[in-house]
């Protein structure tokens, strides 16, 4: 077993550190975004139930679907896919500095769409310009990597690739829509970046990651993980896109979504599930479980709102679209990023009191928001539990992408 080396007092908090590895500079960067757009949203509701009046240059669920899902998410894939990419590829590492200005480009055009939705929408259609162009050149140097390697196995390099792709013609779309003041078009590129871009690129992940870890985890538990499973899982997702649009009826789209759901929770039984709940150091596991079981959710949910309003019901409003954002998106996105900065900071791959008590908490908040979609008034608690679970986050775990590795080894 490893140990670790007992410190005599901690190792300060250096800033350079950030650029000594992109996971450390995509994280904190996306931690730092998804931290001040969780406080932002919980404000603008606080506001709203106060009887203030804040002043809108853009509709305030417009800018909370571009924010919430294209304007964090992309920075912790960055620190994702530049660290764990040239290993698909069989690449030398990346030189975190060179991704230094695109992310700070890309991060502070978000930030000026989150004022410019109050300011005016001339200067958040520049903001989310400034942001798409950041994300096109990121964008343009993970597919150098794909291009350069020569690994037999680049599947899930040019899968992900080609999501980004459509991340970028999405912003592309949504910043147009914006300048022309289209709420249709924006809609529909919000979507396009959340159910062709961001979500594939989670799913993808998993389909690699997820059966990798468990099979380390767990003993006799085979890495199980056939190509062929991308194909529900992508598919699922193009039709809940579909749905999410209207495009399609309801009564063609609920029988394949509904497969879709099944065999993505049948898959996660598969992946060990179950015995990933059987033991407090298999927390961390059971983290990266439990996100993706929404995912089955998610479209399960989406499936049963298609059949209610086929049969001349309401459906479920919103609660498939959250299941899938805070539920897979928000508690896999917290698991691998919490996974990732134990590893690379030389801690054990463990998970205490407080951060279970966090996840459990985040779950709740999942809960809240999807009854919030079915008429309790549970919005403002959900987005109150998902400001906490982000800053506790960014306050404990950021911290550690500051500081040298505790076991002492490089990186």
């Known amino acids: 077993m490893r140990t670790i080396p007992i410190q005599a007092a901690p190792q300060p908090w250096r800033p350079q550190r950030l650029l000594s590895a992109p996971h450390r500079l995509g994280f904190a960067i996306g931690a730092g975004l998804m931290s001040a757009m969780a406080l932002w949203w919980l404000l603008v509701l606080a506001a709203s139930r106060w009887g203030l009046s804040l002043p809108w240059a853009v509709a305030p669920t417009q800018a909370h679907g571009l924010l919430f899902s294209l304007g964090f998410m992309p920075a912790f894939m960055v620190g994702f896919l530049f660290?764990?990419?040239?290993?698909?590829?069989?690449?030398?590492?990346?030189?975190?500095?060179?991704?230094?200005?695109?992310?700070?480009?890309?991060?502070?055009?978000?930030?000026?769409?989150?004022?410019?939705?109050?300011?005016g929408r001339?200067?958040?259609?520049?903001?989310?310009?400034?942001?798409?162009?950041?994300?096109?050149?990121?964008?343009?140097?993970?597919?150098?990597?794909?291009?350069?390697?020569?690994?037999?196995?680049r599947l899930h390099a040019k899968a992900v690739l080609i999501a980004c792709v459509v991340g970028v013609l999405a912003m592309g779309l949504a910043g147009w829509a914006l300048m022309q003041g289209d709420a249709a078009v924006l809609r529909a590129a919000t979507q396009l970046g959340l159910w062709g871009f961001v979500a594939p690129v989670y799913a993808i992940v998993s389909h690699r990651m997820i059966p990798f870890f468990s099979a380390a985890a767990l003993p006799r538990l085979e890495a199980w993980k056939p190509n062929a499973l991308l194909l529900p899982m992508l598919g699922g997702l193009l039709l809940g896109g579909v749905a999410e649009m209207a495009w399609l009826p309801a009564w063609v789209l609920a029988p394949p979504l509904a497969l879709a759901a099944l065999a993505l929770l049948l898959l996660a039984l598969r992946w060990g599930l179950v015995r990933s709940l059987q033991g407090e150091s298999l927390r961390l596991l059971a983290m990266l479980h439990g996100g993706f079981v929404w995912l089955g959710l998610a479209l399960a949910l989406q499936a049963l709102s298609l059949t209610l309003q086929a049969?001349?019901?309401?459906?479920?409003?919103?609660?498939?679209?959250?299941?899938?954002?805070?539920?897979?998106?928000?508690?896999?996105?917290?698991?691998?990023?919490?996974?990732?900065?134990?590893?690379?900071?030389?801690?054990?791959?463990?998970?205490?009191?407080?951060?279970?008590?966090?996840?459990?908490?985040?779950?709740?908040?999942?809960?809240?928001?999807?009854?919030?979609?079915?008429?309790?008034?549970?919005?403002?608690?959900?987005?109150?539990?998902?400001?906490?679970?982000?800053?506790?986050?960014?306050?404990?775990?950021?911290?550690?992408?500051?500081?040298?590795?505790?076991?002492?080894?490089?990186?």
């Open 311 to 411: 049969t001349g019901q309401g459906g479920l409003g919103a609660a498939p679209l959250h299941a899938l954002t805070l539920g897979y998106l928000g508690c896999t996105l917290i698991a691998m990023i919490t996974r990732v900065a134990a590893g690379h900071s030389g801690r054990p791959l463990a998970v205490d009191r407080a951060a279970w008590a966090i996840y459990g908490l985040l779950q709740l908040g999942v809960l809240l928001r999807l009854a919030a979609a079915l008429g309790l008034d549970s919005l403002l608690p959900a987005a109150a539990i998902w400001a906490v679970a982000t800053c506790f986050w960014t306050w404990r775990y950021g911290g550690w992408l500051g500081r040298p590795r505790i076991d002492g080894r490089p990186g």
């Open 83 to 119: 660290t764990a990419g040239p290993r698909w590829l069989g690449l030398p590492a990346v030189d975190a500095r060179t991704l230094l200005a695109p992310l700070l480009q890309f991060g502070a055009g978000w930030l000026g769409l989150m004022a410019g939705s109050h300011a």
């Open 122 to 153: 001339l200067v958040a259609a520049l903001g989310l310009a400034l942001a798409t162009a950041g994300w096109l050149r990121l964008t343009l140097r993970f597919a150098a990597l794909v291009r350069e390697s020569r690994a037999p196995d």
